[in-house]
């Protein structure tokens, strides 16, 4: 309500009332609006610049919630890359190594991480280094496990020809024997026979009668069934998988070449042609056309006692018979 306000009048010794008339009455009103709108403004202004409009604070509490997501989603995909690199790890070490495969190389696993900028279009965002890191991460995962998944189906195939490699890696002796000291020559550095010079020996000598028969060492494909200056005559067979095996100064050959051949048949008869100082087979098995000791290889046929005695033996031959 209004205060009422009077004045003093001297002539009557008296307070009269004032009456307001209507334009002093709209400039009085005018006057208050003026002034509470001053000063709803100065604090709205103030408010605002201090505290930020309900708006601004609702986009500042999501943009805290987003950086947090992301800080959370670098955590997970920091284990997710641990995860993955074990898994690397698991395929390259262990599954590759039982199947003697290649192990995937670093540039394919990492392939299209670099080049271009294809993070430029996010460079102008806020927290941007945390955001293209993200993104980064993210693609090189998702790139990782794809060849991760592609490393896995050819396993796969690995797994479903195991038994067909089982069987074609040369893991018999090619003649029967028990007696080690049949064997006339190891894998390694030897004395010639004929030229009495050390030279290196690329596979294993196995002294007997002429005639005595040679087996396959492995499942394969006969490659080679001729006579060869020095091996005399020979018999190569490409069992797939790298591998290859030969024998060398045959007495003759039950195989012709193309035929398929299954571990333990006989493919030839012990001889002794070619240069060669006696009755004898050279054999030698070949991974991705190197030459390997052979001794390593006959792990079907002896039992631990027997291989260790055969290795014993082998070790202390000091002569080729070819």
């Known amino acids: 309500m209004a205060k009422t306000k009077y004045r003093f009048n001297p002539e009557s010794i008296s307070y ?19 002034s509470s709108s001053v000063l709803a403004i100065v604090m709205v202004v103030v408010l605002f610049y201090f505290f930020g409009s309900p708006k601004e604070r609702s986009l500042i509490r999501e943009n805290q919630q987003l950086l947090a997501q992301y800080n959370r989603l670098n955590s997970e995909l920091g284990k997710l890359e641990n995860v993955l690199s074990d898994l690397e790890q698991r395929d390259d070490n262990i599954y590759r190594v039982i199947f003697e495969a290649e192990p995937i190389h670093s540039n394919i696993r990492k392939a299209g991480s670099g080049g271009i900028n294809q993070y430029s279009y996010l460079e102008n965002l806020d927290n941007s280094e945390l955001v293209i890191s993200t993104s980064k991460k993210i693609d ?42 049949r064997i006339s020559s190891g894998y390694g550095w030897r004395i010639h026979p004929i030229y009495k010079t050390r030279k290196f020996h690329d596979g294993m000598d196995f002294n007997g009668t002429i005639g005595t028969p040679i087996y396959a060492t492995g499942d394969g ?22 591998y290859k095996t030969v024998y060398a100064h045959l007495n003759g050959y039950n195989v012709k070449k193309g035929q398929k051949v299954r571990r333990g048949e006989v493919i030839a008869f012990l001889g002794n042609t070619g240069s060669s100082t006696g009755p004898h087979i050279h054999y030698e098995v070949r991974k991705n056309n190197r030459t390997v000791d052979p001794i390593n290889y006959y792990f079907n046929d002896l039992t631990a006692d027997e291989y260790d005695s055969m290795v014993a033996y082998a070790a202390n031959t000091g002569q080729t018979m070819d």
Do not use: W
């Open 140 to 181: 090189q995962i998702a790139k990782s496990v794809y060849v991760q998944s592609k490393s896995y189906d050819s396993v796969e195939e690995m797994v479903k020809n195991k038994f067909e490699m089982l069987a074609s890696i040369p893991a018999v002796m090619p003649i029967a024997i028990k007696d080690f000291r």
């Open 221 to 242: 494909v006969i490659v080679q069934c001729n006579s060869v200056r020095g091996y005399g005559k020979k018999v190569v067979i490409d069992h797939g998988y790298g």
């Open 16 to 34: 009269e009332k004032v009456e307001a008339n209507f334009k002093t009455r709209i400039i009085n009103v005018l006057k208050h609006m003026a």
